[in-house]
């Protein structure tokens, strides 16, 4: 059974810098694409980050690009999402996701997703 478990999220100054983990079994992590989604109240999910499996090469979405950073440790079956400058848009559920093919920008193409983990960013 897969699972993914984000964890890190909490309530943080505009400004400040947080640092996600999402930390998964049950798959071959080597060679599953990782992502970060979030979801702010109201509005529909987006994507945020991705990393490939071959190359750790990465996307990242225009609200974000310069301020956050997506890694990945093969070792310990992790994913990061390292996010500086947060500023109160950032504020949202941050889920990790995990798909079996080619890095995506589309919530439905992810195969396997986190329970989510709150991040709020006071003004």
């Known amino acids: 059974q897969v699972q993914l478990v984000e964890s890190g999220g909490q309530l943080v100054q505009a400004g400040g810098s947080l640092r996600l983990s999402c930390a998964a079994s049950g798959l071959t992590f080597s060679t599953t694409t990782m992502a970060w989604f979030r979801q702010a109240p109201g509005k529909e999910r987006e994507f945020a980050a991705a990393?490939?499996?071959?190359?750790?090469?990465?996307d990242y979405a225009d609200s974000v690009k310069g301020r956050f950073t997506i890694s990945r440790d093969n070792a310990k079956n992790t994913v990061y999402l390292q996010m500086n400058s947060l500023n109160s848009a950032d504020t949202a559920v941050y889920y990790c996701a995990g798909k079996r093919s080619g890095r995506s920008r589309i919530a439905n193409s992810y195969d396997y997703w986190g329970q989510g983990t709150q991040v709020t960013v006071s003004s």
């Open positions: 990393i490939s499996w071959i190359g750790g090469n990465t």
